[in-house]
């Protein structure tokens, strides 16, 4: 394959991919939104029905946004590294990068199962993952304490 036709592939996919990127980083805010909106209607809730139940829900709730946000941000960051071989190949100014070759650089990074859950826990962990559910969580567990 000619350089110039090369370099033009791998700019058409380096394009797609930060667009996918992109999207990946507004999904994941929605889902930060929608959390923050049930656990709200679980507080409104809990304060015209007192009982320690729906903070308990709210909690399990939260729980169940943070993880499903930290495997998504698993899958957003296997795009990372097809983007940055990219940067580096253009800032390298040519060399050895076959395009076209999203899926099998994501199938190398996958790994088994112990290593997949590995990676969603390091994602649950970033600070702009753990931080907002930790906070729904806290504050469910405290209206749970309160209203025994």
Not at 61 to 77: D, H, P, Y
Not at 97 to 116: D, E
Request: net charge neutral.
């Amino acid at each position: 394959m000619a350089r110039d036709q090369n370099s033009n592939l791998l700019k058409d996919e380096y394009l797609f991919l930060q667009h996918c990127y992109e999207e990946n980083d507004r999904s994941a805010l929605w889902i930060k939104c929608i959390s923050i909106v049930v656990f709200s209607a679980l507080m409104i809730a809990t304060a015209e029905w007192p009982g320690p139940y729906l903070p308990l829900v709210a909690a399990t709730v939260s729980g169940l946004f943070w993880l499903t946000e930290a495997i998504w941000k698993t899958f957003q960051s296997r795009l990372e590294e097809r983007i940055i071989a990219i940067e580096n190949y253009f800032q390298a100014n040519g060399g050895e990068l076959p395009p076209l070759q999203i899926y099998s650089t994501w199938l190398r990074q996958r790994g088994g199962v112990v290593a997949l859950l590995q990676e969603y826990a390091k994602s649950a962990i970033r600070p702009t993952i753990v931080v907002p559910y930790l906070l729904l969580i806290i504050l469910s567990m405290a209206a749970f304490y309160i209203a025994r």
